[in-house]
């Protein structure tokens, strides 16, 4: 990362983190006669290896090899009154058998901390990731078959309120900045404040609306920053104790500053979000969830991202489960200099989970990659891997 935007994001996370910080001192020392805090902590350690044919999703030259993994992972809560708080943080090393270039120490910390009252509540969040993303991924832009560090810093504050029996206001702000090291990617920043209404038409039957109004802030000052307005219609639907729907879908408009010669400065779209939960019995679960949504990228353009994901699993025996995930994504870069420049990725994965003792399981897996480029060229992998996770005794006191 740049020393500029790596001052910036260390001012951005030191001062949510001071942030959070008084607000947990605050609510742990505020004086509520008689009621105790209740502390637990909980935490997992694990152990991976995985071999693919294509580790990095090369166009040409496939590299295959082994990856090794070391995972540990950690949630220390507190409940009090009418307060909860939750700090969480996990690390993962990967090291490759023939790429060492392509080892990497992933990091990621989150705070989460909710004041609640009779009508409603306040929540708090902050969070800090560092990521290595060896191919494009959802972010489909940069060079592919290098390694990529990313590192995200975010914040976000929530309001709820019931205004009545039947109905309730929710009102939020919230940003997130991403620094790339590949210097072929921008770094941007995003801020969103959003404002919504849902109303009980039946105990089974809310209707709701939103609107939002965004901002994407390119750091290099090289594209187009842009301002994106959306409104969404939608229900929710509890159509049986097993089936639960879940859909919006409104209009957009991005805005664009200062757009290319001949480009529009008005880009008008939609956005929609679907989903589907499905107990097909007491041991099978069904997930469905389709959605269209406007979203930056390190490509420094607006990019409607259209994903489709499935996930179904089902319990064979008290200790083994099967599950399988499709996902779909396809990037659509809207005010891009070639108006067809889309891109696609597909991941398909199933696994089989053992539950080899109350605190040990095992996971085994196969992956299949494939991603399809502007220009028409593509790039797949296929993936095993095997995973043993032990989870630790927790803890737990009260003050």
Same mark, same amino acid.
């Given at each position: 990362?740049?020393?500029?935007?790596?001052?910036?994001?260390?001012?951005?996370?030191?001062?949510?983190?001071?942030?959070?910080?008084?607000?947990?001192?605050?609510?742990?020392?505020?004086?509520?006669?008689?009621?105790?805090?209740?502390?637990?902590?909980?935490?997992?350690?694990?152990?991976?290896?995985?071999?693919?044919?294509?580790?990095?999703?090369?166009?040409?030259?496939?590299?295959?090899?082994?990856?090794?993994?070391?995972?540990?992972?950690?949630?220390?809560?507190?409940?009090?009154?009418?307060?909860?708080?939750?700090?969480?943080?996990?690390?993962?090393?990967?090291?490759?058998?023939?790429?060492?270039?392509?080892?990497?120490?992933?990091?990621?910390?989150?705070?989460?901390?909710?004041?609640?009252?009779?009508?409603?509540?306040?929540?708090? /969040? &902050?969070?800090?990731?560092? $990521?290595?993303?060896?191919?494009?991924?959802?972010?489909?832009?940069? =060079?592919? !078959? +290098?390694?990529?560090?990313?590192?995200?810093?975010?914040?976000?504050?929530?309001?709820?309120?019931?205004?009545?029996?039947?109905?309730?206001?929710?009102?939020?702000?919230?940003?997130?900045?991403?620094?790339?090291?590949?210097?072929?990617?921008?770094?941007?920043?995003?801020?969103?404040?959003?404002?919504?209404?849902?109303?009980?038409?039946?105990?089974?039957?809310?209707?709701?609306?939103?609107?939002?109004?965004?901002?994407?802030?390119?750091?290099?000052?090289?594209?187009?920053?842009?301002?994106?307005?959306?409104?969404?219609?939608?229900?929710?639907?509890?159509?049986?104790?097993?089936?639960?729907?879940?859909?919006?879908?409104?209009?957009?408009?991005?805005?664009?500053?200062?757009?290319?010669?001949?480009?529009?400065?008005?880009?008008?779209?939609? /956005? &929609?979000?679907?989903?589907? $939960?499905?107990?097909?019995?007491?041991?099978?679960?069904?997930?469905? =969830?389709? !959605? +269209?949504?406007?979203?930056?990228?390190?490509?420094?353009?607006?990019?409607?991202?259209?994903?489709?994901?499935?996930?179904?699993?089902?319990?064979?025996?008290?200790?083994?489960?099967?599950?399988?995930?499709?996902?779909?994504?396809?990037?659509?870069?809207?005010?891009?200099?070639?108006?067809?420049?889309?891109?696609?990725?597909?991941?398909?994965?199933?696994?089989?989970?053992?539950?080899?003792?109350?605190?040990?399981?095992?996971?085994?897996?196969?992956?299949?990659?494939?991603?399809?480029?502007?220009?028409?060229?593509?790039?797949?992998?296929?993936?095993?891997?095997?995973?043993?996770?032990?989870?630790?005794?927790?803890?737990?006191?009260?003050?």
């Amino acid at each position: 990362m740049p020393p500029a935007a790596s001052r910036a994001y260390s001012r951005s996370f030191r001062a949510v983190a001071l942030g959070q910080t008084a607000v947990w001192v605050l609510a742990v020392a505020w004086p509520l006669p008689a009621i105790a805090g209740e502390w637990r902590f909980n935490s997992n350690i694990g152990s991976g290896l995985r071999y693919s044919d294509n580790l990095s999703l090369e166009r040409v030259n496939p590299n295959d090899g082994f990856t090794g993994t070391l995972t540990g992972s950690g949630a220390l809560t507190y409940e009090r009154a009418a307060f909860e708080a939750a700090l969480t943080g996990a690390v993962e090393l990967s090291g490759y058998s023939d790429n060492d270039d392509l080892s990497s120490v992933d990091e990621t910390i989150s705070l989460r901390t909710v004041f609640k009252n009779e009508r409603g509540a306040l929540r708090l /969040g &902050a969070e800090y990731r560092s $990521d290595t993303i060896l191919a494009n991924e959802d972010d489909n832009t940069g =060079t592919v !078959g +290098r390694a990529t560090d990313v590192e995200t810093v975010g914040g976000s504050l929530g309001w709820e309120h019931r205004t009545s029996p039947r109905d309730t206001l929710n009102a939020g702000l919230n940003f997130s900045t991403r620094a790339y090291e590949d210097p072929g990617r921008v770094d941007y920043a995003f801020y969103q404040a959003s404002a919504s209404w849902s109303h009980a038409i039946s105990e089974t039957l809310h209707g709701k609306t939103s609107l939002t109004a965004g901002r994407f802030e390119y750091a290099d000052g090289t594209k187009e920053s842009n301002t994106i307005l959306g409104l969404r219609f939608g229900v929710a639907y509890d159509a049986s104790r097993r089936v639960k729907f879940d859909a919006s879908f409104g209009p957009r408009l991005v805005l664009v500053d200062d757009p290319a010669p001949g480009a529009d400065d008005e880009l008008w779209g939609y /956005g &929609a979000d679907v989903s589907v $939960d499905y107990d097909v019995d007491d041991v099978t679960r069904v997930r469905f =969830t389709l !959605g +269209r949504n406007v979203e930056p990228s390190g490509a420094g353009l607006v990019t409607d991202r259209d994903r489709i994901r499935f996930f179904a699993e089902r319990d064979l025996s008290g200790q083994l489960s099967a599950n399988i995930s499709i996902a779909y994504v396809m990037s659509d870069f809207e005010d891009a200099p070639s108006a067809d420049r889309v891109e696609t990725s597909l991941t398909i994965e199933p696994a089989l989970n053992w539950k080899l003792a109350p605190d040990w399981s095992l996971k085994i897996g196969y992956q299949y990659r494939q991603q399809e480029f502007e220009l028409g060229d593509e790039a797949d992998s296929n993936s095993v891997r095997v995973g043993l996770s032990y989870r630790l005794p927790p803890v737990a006191w009260s003050d």
